[in-house]
C-alpha cells in the first residue's frame, strides 16, 4: 500500500444524544459495562516508504506506517473510522489529531451525566480504550498498575481489557 494525500474518514456517529443511549444499552446489555458510548483504538497499516517523507511515516515497529483509528459499538460495526495519519504518532496523538473535536467539540450530542445503576452520583458516558490513550473525561481506560487481588480496579480491568 503507498501512501498518499487523501483521507479516508468515516462518521456515522449518532446524530443526538438518543442514538448514544442505544449504543450505551447495547455495552450494557452484551458486555455489562453501563455508559460506553464505544470502543476506540488505533492500528499501524504497513505501507511503502512515500517519497520524500523522510521519518514521517516511520513507527516504533521500524517500518513505514499510516493509521486506522476507528470507534465500534457493541456489535463491532464501526461508527468512525480515520484511516489518513502518519504512523510515527501515538494512539493519545491521533486522537487529537482525528476525533478530538467529535468527543470533545460542542456538536458532540452526548447524553447528560446520569447516575450508574444503583448509585446516586453522575457520571459521564465514555469510550473505552487500550493504555495507548490519555485518561479523560470521555475516555476510560485500564488500570495501568497491578491491582490487589479482589479489587475493584482488578475486575473492571479483567472485565473490559482481557
Not at 444524544?17 to 449504543?23: A, F, I, P
Not at 468512525?80 to 467539540?105: E, L, P, Q, W
Not at 481506560?141 to 472485565?159: E, H, V
Amino acid at each position: 500500500m503507498a501512501a498518499n494525500d487523501q483521507d479516508y474518514i468515516l462518521s456515522q456517529m449518532p446524530p443526538n444524544d438518543q442514538g448514544w443511549l442505544e449504543v450505551a444499552r447495547g455495552f450494557e446489555t452484551k458486555w455489562q459495562f453501563p455508559h460506553c458510548l464505544g470502543a476506540i483504538d488505533g492500528k499501524h497499516i504497513k505501507i511503502e516508504s512515500p517519497i520524500n517523507s523522510g521519518s514521517e511515516f516511520y513507527n516504533y515497529k521500524h517500518n513505514f506506517s499510516i493509521i486506522l483509528l476507528a470507534v465500534a459499538d457493541s456489535e463491532y460495526n464501526f461508527s468512525f473510522a480515520d484511516v489518513r495519519t502518519h504512523g510515527r504518532m501515538n494512539d493519545a496523538g491521533v486522537v487529537n489529531d482525528s476525533i478530538h473535536n467529535k468527543i470533545y467539540g460542542s456538536n458532540s450530542n452526548f447524553p447528560e451525566d446520569t447516575p450508574l445503576p444503583d448509585r446516586h452520583l453522575p457520571v459521564p458516558y465514555v469510550f473505552v480504550a487500550d493504555g495507548g490513550f490519555g485518561l479523560s473525561r470521555r475516555i476510560m481506560k485500564p488500570f495501568s498498575g497491578t491491582p490487589a487481588a479482589g479489587s475493584a480496579n482488578r475486575k473492571f480491568t479483567r472485565s473490559c481489557c482481557d
